[in-house]
C-alpha cells in the first residue's frame, strides 16, 4: 500500500477501521435484514408522532425525514457509523482549517467565503478572513460602478451586458444562482454564461449584444483551462472587431483567478482582477469572487444575503448534535439507500421554477466530489460511494420520468423542495404546484394497493397494472420562500451532506483527479486532427479509426 505522507489530520484515527468492519456498519447490515421488507405504511400505521419526530428546522429549511425506510433504531445505529467514522473530527479538522484535502494538500475553507467580518478562519497560522472581505468589497465597488452606469465601454456607453466565460465550478455556481436568484437581478441587464468549447455557446451568448456594451468576466481558477482561455480569446477577437485598438479591452475584461501572472498576460489589467485562494475548491467557489457575476445580477446587499444563507447552515452544521443536524441526517440517509439498498441514484426535485439549474448544480458537487473509489489510506473500496444526482423542477419531471420513480424496478430516493410563499403569485398556480409535491411524496411513499384499485372497479386484468408498490423514500425540503439567504442555505445543506457521506466512505470528497486523463488525451488528439501525415497515431484501433473518419470528414 502506498500512503500518503500528508495523510496524518485529527481525523486520522477515526478512519482507520475500514468501513465494511465498522461495528455500526455491521449493525447497520444485519438491521437491514430486517427492515428490508419493512413497508412504509406499516411504519407509520400506529406511530402517529412519526412526522413530528422525524422533521427537522435549521437556517430557514424545514426538513420532513419521516418518509424514509428506516425506525429509530436506524436513526441511532446511522448516528454510531458517524461517529466511528469521524464525521465529527472530520468537520471541525475542515472548520480549522487543516489540510484535509489530502491529495491536492490544500485546505478546505470555502465556510471562511462566507465568514462574518468578526469570524476567524486559520490557514497556516493566518486569519483569511480580512482577505475575503477586501476582495468582497472590491467586487462591491465594481457591482456597484456597473450597476449605477458609471463603467464605461470603449465608446462611453454604460455596460449593459455581462458574460462569464467559465467551466465546472467556475461556471455552474454562478449560472444556477442567477437563475435562481433572477427575481432579485437587474431586468434591464443582459447575463449570460459560455463555458462549453462549442463555438455555438460563445456564438449564442453574444448574438445580438452590442460589444460597446458587454463586459466579460474571465473566471478561472488556473486561467489555463483550455475552454475558458478558447472562449476568453474569441471573446477578444470578437470586441476587437468593433473596437479595433487592443487597449480598449481594459474597458470589457475583468478576470476571477488565483494566476495573476496569467491574467496579466492574457491583457487584463490586474487591477481588474479578482482572487480567491487554493484551499477554495472549484466546485465551492460560488461564494468567492466566482460569484462576481451574480453580484452584479444581484447587487451587493443581496449577494451579502445569499452569504448569510450559507453562514447559518455552515455553524448549524459545526454546532448541532449530529441527531439534530440536517446536513448529517440527509447525508446518513443517503448513505442508508446507497449502501444498504444498493440504490444508484437520488433525484432532486425542486418544484420552483427558478431552481432549474440546481440539479446541474448538484451534479458536480456531488459526483465531483464523492465520484471516488480509493480511500484516504491510497486502498481500493470494497463498497459504494456517491450515488449519482439527478433531477428536473417539477411538475415537468412528473410528465416524463416519475412513471420509473413510482412503477419501475429501480428504487430511487427523492429530495423534493418547495416553498409557502412563491415569488410571482399567479392565480392558484401556487397551491396547485405545492399540491403536487406532497401528492407526490404520499404517493411514492404509500402507493395503492390491488384492494384499492380494485374497489375502484378497475377490471381484474388491470389491477397489477394500476397498482402502485408504494415504499418509495423522501425527503421533504421546505422553505418560506425563495430568497438569497434561503438559496445559500439550500447550497451549504448539500455540500455538508456530501461531506458527510465522503467521511463516511473515507474518500478526499475535495480532489477530482477523474478530470485529468480526458484532458490529456484530448490535448493529444487536438493535435493530431489537424495533423497533414495519416502516420503516427498511436491509440487503440477504434479511435485510430474515428480519429481518421473526422480528417476526411474536416477535409
Ligand atoms: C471543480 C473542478 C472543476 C473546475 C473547472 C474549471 O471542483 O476543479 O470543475 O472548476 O475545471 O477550472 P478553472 O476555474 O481553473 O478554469
Known sequence: MVVNKNLKTAADGDTKIALPRRSAWQALTRHHETLRTRQLRDLFAGDAGRAERFQLEAAGLFLDYSKHRMTDETMTLLFDLARQSGVEARRDAMFAGERINLTENRSVLHVALRAAPTDTYMVDGQ????????????????????????????????IRNVINIGIGGSDLGPVMAYEAL????????????????????????????VPAQTLFIVSSKTFTTLETMTNAHSARDWLLRSAKDPAHTARHFVAVSTNAGAVREFGIDPANMFGFWDWVGGRYSMDSAIGLSTMLAVGPDNFARLLAGFRAMDQHFRTAPLEKNMPVIMGLLAVWYNNFFGSQTVAVLPYDQYLKRFPAYLQQLTMESNGKSITLDGTPVDYQTGPIFWG????????????????????????????????????????????????????LAFGKTAAEVKAEGTPDWLVPHRTFAGNRPSNVILAEVLTPEVLGALVALYE??????????????????????????????GSELSAATDSGLTHDVSTNALIRRYRRARA
Not at 480580512?130 to 464605461?152: D, F
Not at 457521506?501 to 480526458?518: M, P
Request: some cysteine.
Open 127 to 158: 486569519n483569511v478572513v480580512p482577505e475575503v472581505h477586501q476582495v468582497l468589497k472590491r467586487m462591491a465597488t465594481l457591482a456597484n460602478s456597473i450597476r449605477l452606469g458609471q463603467w464605461r465601454g470603449y465608446t462611453g456607453e454604460p
Open 182 to 209: 433572477r427575481h432579485y437581478s437587474r431586468r434591464d441587464m443582459t447575463f449570460r454564461f459560455v463555458s462549453n468549447i462549442d463555438g455555438t455557446d460563445f456564438t449564442e451568448a453574444v448574438h445580438g449584444l
Open 392 to 443: 428536473e423542477p417539477g411538475t415537468n419531471g412528473q410528465h416524463s420520468f416519475y412513471q420509473l420513480l413510482h412503477q419501475g424496478t429501480k428504487l430511487v430516493p427523492c429530495d423534493f423542495i418547495g416553498f409557502s410563499r412563491s415569488l410571482n403569485p399567479l392565480g392558484n398556480h401556487h397551491d396547485l404546484l405545492m399540491a403536487n409535491i406532497f401528492a407526490q411524496a404520499e404517493a
Open 496 to 525: 455538508h451532506s456530501v461531506f458527510t457521506q465522503g467521511a463516511i466512505f473515507s474518500i478526499d470528497s475535495f480532489d477530482q483527479w477523474g478530470v485529468e486523463l480526458g484532458k490529456v488525451l484530448a490535448k493529444r488528439i
